[in-house]
């Protein structure tokens, strides 16, 4: 397992600019802290049925474009559970440009041979995750709940002497949730067709290139040949927020760029991110930035 989990992280952390760091937990268990600044890249590697992975994710967003054409996407809180088989040849994809998050490696048949001291005599386990999330062989993956997120919330910021008895005991408990878990009770999270992230992913780049313009759902809805409402629901499980939100992040985003390094009257500067009005984008800037656009310069400039 060592060896098989060096390989991968090698892979990973050459392709997204990531960073690692990878703890034992029990036998046959690990546990990765993982953060990436990338777009996107693709992994190949050997097809390990017998080992799980299971992905939490702490911020950013985390998606797979899959070899069934299928793409999924975790938000903060979400999680995934599959075998090292299914993602064998995948393209991982992180929409925001970052990613925080932590990953258990479990061997399943270390798992069923020699579980960890709390689950002995606990048999089968390895059949029971089988049963429940792998009959379609695709990854499972489902919205965080109150539950889960008290779990996977207590990986971080615990004190650095109680640190690796937080990460057993949360470890155990995640397995024990999941042996518990319903999979038809819990919500599971939407999967997508190729093609049509492939259309919202146009739509975000036409949008971010006329960032100035006032562009409706329904105008994008005739360009992209794309349902208004399926347009909406995917971007915003792609994007993590609605298209709206999205953009006017990018909007405050580029005019905090201009407002540090150009001198644009801030009139101006609300013009070319798509306000009419001085006072409205004033009003939409202080609500992002807590501070006045002018207010904004004045600081970041000193």
């Not at 992913?201 to 329904?218: F, K, M, N």
């Amino acid at each position: 397992m060592e060896q098989e989990l060096h390989k991968i992280e090698q892979q990973l952390s050459r392709l997204c600019h990531g960073h690692f760091r990878r703890i034992s937990l029990y036998p046959g268990i690990q546990l990765c802290y993982f953060t990436a600044n990338t777009d996107s890249f693709t992994v190949h590697h050997p097809r390990y049925a017998h080992m799980m992975e299971i992905n939490y994710c702490h911020s950013g967003r985390l998606g797979w474009k899959m070899e069934s054409g299928h793409e999924i996407y975790l938000g903060p809180g979400d999680f995934s559970i599959h075998t090292l088989d299914l993602c064998a040849d995948s393209i991982v994809q992180f929409p925001s440009g970052t990613y925080d998050g932590l990953t258990l490696y479990i061997d399943l048949q270390i798992l069923s041979e020699t579980p960890p001291e709390p689950l002995s005599g606990t048999e089968h386990l390895a059949e029971i995750f089988r049963e429940k999330f792998w009959q379609n062989e695709d990854i499972a993956s489902f919205a965080g709940n109150a539950q889960t997120d008290t779990i996977f919330s207590a990986f971080y910021e615990q004190p650095e002497q109680l640190q690796m008895a937080f990460q057993k005991i949360k470890c155990i408990e995640i397995l024990l949730y999941l042996c518990k878990m319903d999979p038809g009770r819990n919500e599971r999270l939407t999967k997508y067709q190729s093609e049509q992230v492939e259309i919202i992913r146009q739509v975000h780049e036409y949008l971010t290139l006329h960032i100035g313009e006032r562009i409706t759902i329904e105008e994008l809805s005739r360009r992209y040949l794309i349902n208004p409402t399926t347009l909406k629901s995917v971007f915003k499980s792609v994007y993590g927020n609605s298209l709206a939100a999205h953009i006017n992040e990018h909007r405050m985003e580029h005019a905090a760029k201009l407002l540090i390094q150009t001198d644009l009257s801030i009139a101006e500067i609300g013009q070319q991110v798509g306000y009419e009005s001085q006072s409205k984008f004033t009003s939409a800037f202080k609500r992002c930035y807590q501070m006045l656009p002018k207010e904004y310069r004045k600081k970041h400039r000193a």
